[in-house]
């Protein structure tokens, strides 16, 4: 994409990132402190330069965007049929490597507020009520990064949503320079949006652009391993960095990151598929050229023959999230919100806040290695998760997680097995707990890409993300108003089996199905 108004931004970007440089190199003697430092007029230009090139390279994106020719209805359901029942290729592969580098880069970023969060009360003299609206206010700004560009990926491309997620972690490397606590708060926010909006693009791009035979397990395996060596590399960085460069660096590395994401997509072609259902016809078949995808009538092999095409859904927010609600899709929409929601209080809450009241219980000692073990448990079951979902059913599988979730809730509630003197029964619990709701997460964002349509697709994942993250925000709302274990089990339990049996009475099976592309008329709204 020939787009040089990116370009232009990007560059003045970096140099405003660049300008907060010396000052956080002149706080090397004191160990990076930089509390109470004066803002200079380097920092002043470089935040001015910093959002003059997020406008820029923004206006450019849109632009680039709104200005393609749109056909309406598009038939194009033999292209679509050839992108389903295509062979894997080595430019499928290469796809999906540089995708799960951006996802670990994108988890990296709310992995590290753990790690930050003691070095930044230390030097700001923070309490620990006040230091912990910093992780809240990511998380919130996660649920509206989710929202947003779920959004803003179905009208200007998936491709161009990822360009601008990268700016954004480039630019937002300055909240590493802050010299005001409040400040910090602000960049953290602008840091959650734009890690809420990656990851439900990237699964949109790839579920878009793989084989239907292939996309299951593809897209499972891609997810569970996002997120784990996300937080691998962030937890690495910061036993290795934090040490030399403070806390700060910590917040710094989303330059280099963003600007590897920034390079490798020069390499991501746009989905095939979003192009055609806006009418780039020639340039989606060159992209379907690049994966050795060759234009046929029919596809054989298929389980089931391509749905109708999507006719073009309205542009606005509202008129998207209209399409998630018609009667084809409001009750699949409703599942996996809960689903979504559910997890968040499971992750968020239950698991998060665990330690805690194990300590207080007086399992402080065995509480890590407990936890630690249950987490290397969890790795190959990635794998499992990725199988089950692709070779037995997706929604089975969905619902099998969920209930294996349930089930170890339920025991927690009514066994209190952190109340027990021996370590051994709640380890166990606690690695199936992990296992199911590890499975979760992984299945939740590839399964949201593949009940929409293309031209919902984008605003659909990005509905659900933001549901995942809002129980993020909910798990330490309810610890404060109930400070209780059971309080917590109880809290995920709920919507996890509610999600589960929406799921058994109206979710659809989608492995190596294609993806689905009709849709319901949407009401006039804009």
């Not at 910093?50 to 020719?69: M, T």
């Not at 016809?281 to 995808?293: D, F, K, L, P, W």
């Not at 998207?320 to 699949?332: D, E």
């Amino acid at each position: 994409m020939k787009n040089y108004g990116v370009w232009l931004g990007a560059a003045a970007i970096i140099a405003g990132v660049g300008l907060h440089v010396p000052d956080y190199v002149m706080a090397a003697p004191d160990h990076f402190m930089m509390a109470g430092m004066a803002m200079g007029t380097p920092m002043s230009i470089g935040m001015s330069l910093i959002i003059g090139g997020l406008a820029v390279a923004g206006w450019s994106l849109i632009s680039y965007g709104r200005a393609q020719k749109i056909e309406g209805a598009v038939s194009a359901a033999d292209r679509f049929a050839a992108i389903d029942g295509a062979k894997l290729s080595r430019a499928h592969v290469v796809l999906a490597v540089l995708l799960t580098v951006g996802l670990v880069v994108d988890t990296m970023k709310p992995a590290s507020l753990g790690f930050v969060l003691p070095g930044m009360r230390e030097e700001y003299g923070l309490s620990t009520a006040i230091v912990a609206t910093f992780p809240l206010t990511a998380l919130f700004g996660t649920v509206v990064g989710s929202l947003i560009w779920g959004y803003v990926a179905d009208v200007i491309g998936r491709r161009s949503t990822i360009v601008f997620s990268s700016l954004l972690y480039v630019g937002t490397s300055i909240c590493g320079f802050m010299p005001a606590f409040e400040w910090n708060l602000v960049m953290c926010f602008i840091m959650g949006a734009s890690a809420g909006g990656m990851l439900p693009t990237v699964y949109a791009l790839m579920s878009e652009s793989v084989p239907s035979r292939y996309r299951g397990w593809l897209l499972v395996l891609q997810s569970g391993l996002g997120a784990t060596l996300g937080y691998l590399v962030a937890s690495g960085a910061a036993a290795a960095l934090v040490p030399l460069l403070s806390w700060r660096f910590l917040w710094v590395l989303n330059f280099p990151t963003g600007l590897l994401l920034l390079v490798l997509c020069v390499w991501i072609p746009e989905s095939p598929r979003f192009l055609l259902s806006i009418g780039r016809n020639a340039e989606a078949e060159r992209v379907m050229r690049t994966y050795g995808i060759q234009l046929v009538s029919g596809v054989p092999g298929m389980k089931t023959a391509p749905a109708p095409v999507t006719p073009l859904v309205r542009r606005s927010f509202a008129g998207k999230i209209g399409g998630l609600l018609v009667p084809r899709y409001r009750w699949r929409t409703v599942a996996v919100l809960l689903y979504g929601l559910g997890w968040g209080l499971v992750n968020w809450g239950f698991v998060t806040f665990l330690p805690t009241f194990l300590a207080g219980s007086g399992m402080a000692a065995s509480a890590p290695s407990m936890i630690f073990t249950a987490s290397l448990l969890t790795v190959p079951a990635t794998g499992l998760a990725a199988f089950l979902y692709a070779r037995w059913s997706s929604r089975w599988s969905i619902i099998v997680y969920a209930m294996a979730t349930v089930v170890v809730l339920a025991l927690f509630v009514v066994l209190r097995p952190e109340q027990w003197p021996t370590a051994g029964p709640l380890t166990a619990m606690l690695t199936v707990l992990l296992i199911g709701a590890g499975g979760m997460i992984a299945m939740l964002s590839p399964y949201a890409a593949e009940i929409y349509p293309t031209a919902l697709r984008g605003t659909g994942s990005g509905l659900v993300a933001a549901a995942s993250k809002a129980g993020g925000l909910a798990g330490p709302l309810i610890v404060a108003a109930s400070p209780s274990l059971t309080t917590l089990a109880l809290a995920g339990l709920v919507p996890v089996a509610l999600a589960a049996f929406a799921i058994w009475r109206t979710g659809i099976e989608t492995a190596a199905r294609p993806l689905v592309e009709a849709v319901d008329p949407v009401p006039a709204t804009d």
